[in-house]
């Protein structure tokens, strides 16, 4: 999962916009950043590891100058998280390609064998670097960016929204024929901005223009501004159900549905799976939580209170590379606040449960402040199956709810009482047609038996969530 952004303007430089875009999709990727700028046939380029605010000076944004960039927050989902820092850049005869992608693509392996048989000296394990290649291929072959993106989308397969800009041409985006992954449009005056989510369009204070529909294709020219569109192919949406569950601000509109009401309504869902249960008080794991916790207590007319406190100078528990940080931070990440729980029924509130082992610990955290009785809600139904389109939710092995009964997993997260939201819940708070194949199993594109081995491999060499 990564943040994507590019922007075109015909007045003023576009560092500053890109940087503070990115500190506001932050939480699709905090292993590393770049922003890539363009002037009079010249690249700006600074990446680096680490998060967004603490990588750019204010020097840096001077020196990235140009009217037209992009920037990328990365969140390796294939690859290893060193060589693969975006955005992406590539020579083609005369102008460079820059690209900045969001997804997963599944075909990734057979693509890269074939572009090594044709020659092409790939230097990543990063899908992205696939997709850059095949349209400077096509783009030096046709000279057409519509022609060569088109192309391009009837050879990848999988999840991708994917922004970038030709050196002296202008700014594309893409988004996969499914639309799995977000990407938005907005506009100030002249300028165009194309996002992976709605709230940066309000951070930089671009009026949301509409979304990058599933299998559409954007070109802006740079001289001109004129936005020219044109459609791959229509197939059937599959929204990934977890941008709206988890993933995205709840301040962000995905195809006209806004993240904050659909957890709203989870609460509600909850709320029907909990009106006979005696609760003396509802907290939430923050912050993804906090908005259906609070509808929860409202709708069951029991008291809401902060029971955990997140240290926010603490990385997500989601992104750390290794199963052992990944508890030591938990350590460190939250606190009981013993006031609000000590003697009490409690019921927590989680946008999911993967492996189980973040929801145990947070239970014992739960119980050490002095709770009476833990009930543990999650607005997701169980995870079952990978993701293969983009999140990293670790294998079908080490997915709890693959392996264990309902109960089973009640008694290993240390719960009295385990409730999940259902499949209805998520396809009725949501209204949207959806991705739920990690729910179901229906994978809205089919994965070949040799992807999901390598999958598997991929996972295997480098690091797991919870
Ligand atoms: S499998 Fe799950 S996480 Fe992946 S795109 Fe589909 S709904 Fe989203």
Not at 325 to 332: A, E, F, G, H, K
């Amino acid at each position: 999962m990564c943040g994507i952004i590019g922007i075109i303007d015909n007045q003023e430089d576009v560092s500053y916009k890109l940087y503070y875009s990115l500190i506001f999709l932050q939480h699709r990727g905090q292993d590393a950043c770049g922003i890539v700028t363009s002037e009079n046939n010249k690249l700006y380029v600074k990446k680096k590891n680490g998060l967004a605010l603490d990588s750019f000076s204010e020097d840096d944004l001077k020196l990235l100058v140009g009217k037209i960039g992009v920037a990328h927050n990365r969140y390796s989902t294939t690859g290893s998280i060193n060589d693969n820092t975006q955005p992406l850049i590539i020579n083609s005869n005369k102008n460079k390609i820059v690209l900045a992608h969001n997804g997963n693509l599944i075909n990734y392996s057979d693509l890269h064998s074939s572009l090594e048989k044709d020659g092409c000296f790939l230097t990543t394990d990063v899908d992205s670097e696939v997709i850059i290649y095949l349209i400077r291929r096509q783009y030096e072959f046709t000279k057409d960016i519509f022609e060569s993106i088109k192309f391009v989308m009837s050879k990848i397969k999988g999840a991708y929204s994917v922004v970038g800009f030709i050196e002296d041409k202008g700014l594309f985006a893409f988004r996969d024929p499914n639309g799995i992954r977000p990407l938005v449009i907005g506009k100030k005056e002249k300028s165009y901005a194309i996002t992976s989510e709605s709230v940066v369009l309000q951070t930089i204070d671009y009026d949301f223009l509409r979304d990058v529909e599933p299998g559409e294709i954007i070109f802006i020219n740079k001289d001109t501004l004129e936005l020219k569109s044109t459609k791959f192919e229509i197939s059937k949406n599959a929204y990934c159900m977890f941008e709206w569950v988890y993933f995205s601000r709840p301040e962000s509109l995905i195809q006209g549905r806004s993240v904050y009401k659909a957890r709203l309504a989870l609460g509600t869902a909850l709320a029907k799976r909990l009106k006979d249960e005696e609760i003396d008080v509802i907290i939430p794991v923050p912050d993804t939580a906090r908005t259906c916790a609070i509808k929860l207590a409202q709708d069951l007319n029991v008291n809401y209170g902060e029971g955990l406190i997140k240290n926010r100078y603490v990385g997500r528990t989601f992104i750390m590379p290794t199963n052992k940080s990944r508890i030591s931070t938990l350590n460190v990440k939250l606190n009981p606040v013993i006031g609000a729980i000590k003697d009490k029924v409690v019921c927590v509130v989680d946008d999911s449960i993967v492996r189980g082992s973040t929801s145990r610990r947070i239970i014992e955290l739960i119980r050490k402040g002095g709770a009476k009785k833990v009930i543990f809600a999650s607005s997701c139904p169980p995870i079952k199956y990978p993701c293969y389109y983009g999140i990293d939710m670790s294998t079908e092995e080490e997915l709890i709810a693959s392996n264990k009964t309902i109960e089973e997993i009640r008694v290993f997260i240390g719960a009295d009482k385990l409730i999940y939201a259902t499949i209805d819940d998520i396809k009725d708070a949501i209204k949207k047609d959806l991705c739920c194949a990690c729910l179901n199993n229906k994978y809205p594109i089919e994965v070949s038996d040799q992807s999901k081995l390598f999958f598997i491999n991929d996972k295997k060499n480098r690091w797991v969530y919870g």
